[in-house]
């Protein structure tokens, strides 16, 4: 009897084991089941959203253009940075001619002025004595003059003497000297000499600007003594302003005169700005060890100041690569991507289908930008020509309204 009741258990035993089993392997086809639709479903809803579809209304509103991905002359470039400077002859320092006071400035830091301008006027008694001097020693010439004449005609006539002739003549000559001294002095002033003769004295003295251009530095105030040579202004013409750039020695065989730079500046990063190449420096600087090349800007909008530090690309010879125009592609994070585009037919409606293809994006030119495919692309597969930002963002419209 107790041998039967074992037997008993153990049979019940097994067959719960087994019925246990069974289950399981039942319940991990159903999990494997599930998943396999989850997974399926899923890789279908991510090739849905990374397609973006238009009708044809659509396609034209929105003025798209598909073509072929095409080649295009893309120029290689030579990196430079450096600073901006302006050519000597575009800035001045204005000096005083004399020794005198400053009675009155007319300008101050920024002031934009034209040449001739009256920047400041000088005053002093030494001002008035020059004037004086010049008045007095001019009479006397206009003496000395007629009577150097009268000596020669008496000397010609062999009836005066040889020495009365020679003195005079030194005397009027040494005086014609002195008189041409005061003249150039008070012309470097800007004073009227006819005026002076006819006895109108100038009080003070204008100093006016060189050149057109603006004031840099104003160094003097009212009632200040100011030495002869005395810097009092800077004034500086940014019109024609000039990049100063270094390239390194590997790189000097590739730019020449006449090259086009493409450059940014720290103020205006988005703005990319033009210069060409017009000098390139015969000598190293050894450290680092690179040479000096000039670029002239045309800075029409006055948007750039000397000292300004730049970033340039200098454009060298082009090579034909896959490109697009700018609009043609987009950003997104740190990737770039164009769009495939393919024209269909839904029931006899036209619409078209693109698809993003991620790319690394090369060199900029003149409004292209170079594309390096990471995989080919299929034969005759047409590709967005612009619109790519609108296309990225209805993209990204889509997979937000289906995760929902």
Not at 198 to 204: A, H, S
Not at 247 to 262: A, I, L, P, S, W
Not at 318 to 342: C, H, M, N, W
Not at 361 to 370: L, N, Q, R, S
Request: with cysteine; glycine share 8%.
């Amino acid at each position: 009897m107790k041998t039967n009741i074992k037997t008993y258990i153990l049979l019940l035993a097994a067959g719960l084991f087994l019925a246990a089993c069974g289950n399981s392997g039942h319940n991990e086809e159903g999990h494997e089941h599930e998943k396999g639709e989850e997974s399926e479903h899923h890789e279908h809803g991510e090739g849905h959203e990374e397609e973006v579809h238009f009708s044809e209304q659509q396609f034209q509103s929105l003025a798209m253009k598909v073509d072929t991905l095409p080649f295009h002359n893309i120029s290689s470039y030579v990196e430079a940075n450096g600073q901006l400077e302006v050519p000597p002859q575009n800035e001045a320092a204005v000096t005083a001619i004399i020794g005198a006071n400053i009675t009155s400035i007319k300008v101050i830091e920024g002031d934009k002025v034209s040449k001739g301008q009256v920047l400041t006027y000088l005053s002093h008694p030494d001002l008035i004595k020059l004037q004086t001097d010049y008045v007095n020693s001019w009479n006397q010439l206009q003496y000395l003059e007629k009577e150097y004449q009268r000596q020669k005609k008496l000397y010609e006539e062999k009836v005066g003497s040889g020495k009365e002739f020679q003195k005079t003549q030194a005397d009027y000559q040494s005086m014609k000297g002195t008189v041409k001294g005061y003249e150039a002095q008070l012309k470097l002033m800007g004073l009227n000499l006819d005026k002076m003769l006819k006895g109108e004295l100038y009080e003070q003295v204008p100093v006016v600007s060189p050149l057109d251009g603006h004031i840099r530095l104003v160094e003097v105030k009212i009632g200040q003594y100011v030495q002869p040579q005395t810097e009092m202004f800077e004034i500086v013409n940014i019109d024609h302003i000039h990049a100063d750039l270094m390239v390194f020695e590997k790189d000097m065989h590739k730019v020449k005169e006449g090259q086009k730079v493409r450059f940014s500046i720290e103020s205006l990063p988005e703005k990319e700005l033009e210069a060409t190449i017009y000098a390139v420096g015969k000598s190293f600087e050894q450290d680092p060890k690179a040479i000096h090349l000039h670029a002239e800007i045309e800075n029409k909008e006055g948007l750039l100041i000397p000292g300004m530090y730049v970033r340039g690309r200098i454009m060298t010879d082009g090579v034909q690569s896959y490109a697009l125009p700018e609009a043609g592609v987009v950003r997104e994070g740190d990737k770039y991507f164009i769009f495939t585009a393919k024209k269909e037919n839904d029931n006899g409606e036209t619409e078209w289908a693109f698809e993003p293809v991620e790319v690394i994006a090369g060199t900029k030119d003149d409004g292209w930008i170079e594309v390096k495919l990471l995989k080919p692309l299929p034969k005759e597969i047409k590709v967005a020509w612009n619109n790519a930002y609108y296309l990225m963002a209805e993209m990204k419209k889509g997979e937000a309204e289906h995760s929902h």
